[in-house]
């Protein structure tokens, strides 16, 4: 109920996809989390306005993988990343560390919204908002592979490109052998296994 609409999308597909499973943990990542409102208790702090605790707690960037734990009462463990533009690429080498520990599945949300209207400036790409989420499994002959490689010089997105985490979601739907992502000094290579 108080999470805002970028945090239900995320427990949306969490739901959907854990379904009644439990002690599954999780793996939350979003490059801007509940940013606008961040904003809004920045504005608060500016004009002297005593702020929410509630808002506050809420602003954070594990705020939804908490509420999830919460809601499900659920003690598994939960990780809520913010990896800039490779944040899938992050979240998918975390959960892949946490099945070679001995995790038996992996709950992966991936999540975000555009940059409030305030931080405009800083869009480098055409930022909507998106939420999916993936139980990932130990498997011996793995569906997709991910590398990475270090980039000559700094990549920037091209201009009108989509947010990488749906980029990479569309490589998955779209039955691509490869999807090639460049971002900041990195190279990450998406290969298909057939």
């Given at each position: 109920r108080r999470a805002g609409s970028l945090g239900k999308m995320a427990l949306e597909v969490a739901y959907q996809c854990l379904a009644g499973?439990?002690?599954?943990?999780?793996?939350?990542?979003?490059?801007?989390?509940?940013?606008?409102?961040?904003?809004?208790?920045?504005?608060?702090?500016?004009s002297d306005t005593p702020l929410s605790p509630t808002a506050f707690g809420l602003?954070?960037?594990?705020?939804?993988a908490g509420l999830f734990s919460i809601a499900r009462a659920d003690r598994a463990n939960h990780v809520a990343l913010?990896?800039?533009?490779?944040?899938?690429?992050?979240?998918?080498?975390?959960?892949?560390?946490?099945?070679?520990?001995?995790?038996g599945a992996v709950l992966l949300v991936a999540y975000d919204c555009p940059l409030p209207d305030r931080l405009a400036q800083f869009h480098d790409?055409?930022?909507?908002?998106y939420a999916f989420a993936w139980l990932l499994v130990p498997a011996a002959d793995a569906p997709f592979s991910l590398g990475w490689s270090a980039c000559a010089d700094d990549c920037v997105p091209a201009?009108?490109?989509?947010?990488?985490?749906?980029?990479?979601?569309?490589?998955?739907?779209?039955?691509q052998d490869v999807l090639e992502r460049r971002s900041g000094p990195r190279r990450w290579l998406w290969t298909r296994h057939v």
């Open positions: 499973r439990t002690g599954v943990p999780t793996v939350f990542v979003s490059r801007h989390g509940e940013v606008a409102r961040a904003v809004d208790l920045l504005g608060d702090l500016a602003a954070v960037h594990n705020a939804s913010a990896a800039g533009a490779d944040g899938v690429e992050h979240a998918v080498i975390e959960a892949c560390g946490q099945l070679a520990d001995g995790a790409c055409d930022e909507q908002p201009a009108g490109a989509m947010p990488a985490g749906l980029e990479v979601l569309r490589f998955h739907l779209s039955g």
